[in-house]
């Protein structure tokens, strides 16, 4: 017959195995996170210099926009 120091000892064991592996799942779950916001990180990212380099061709051709306004205001 097995003692009952034996079975705590065997359900401590037990306890400690689950504990240690909801730990994992939830490292694995947060390490897939984090995966998906680098990768969304990297997608803003790559957006957002379009989005400037959009913002300065706009700049340039108000510029040139300008220039020809000046020059059409001269000729009148």
Known sequence: MTSK?????????????????????VLEKQSQEQSQMKELLAALSDHMTELEEDLD????DLLKSEDVNVKLQRDV
């Open 5 to 25: 120091v034996e079975v705590l000892r065997a359900l401590k064991l037990l306890f400690e195995h689950h504990k240690a592996l909801d730990e994992k799942e």
């Open 57 to 60: 061709t706009a700049r340039k």
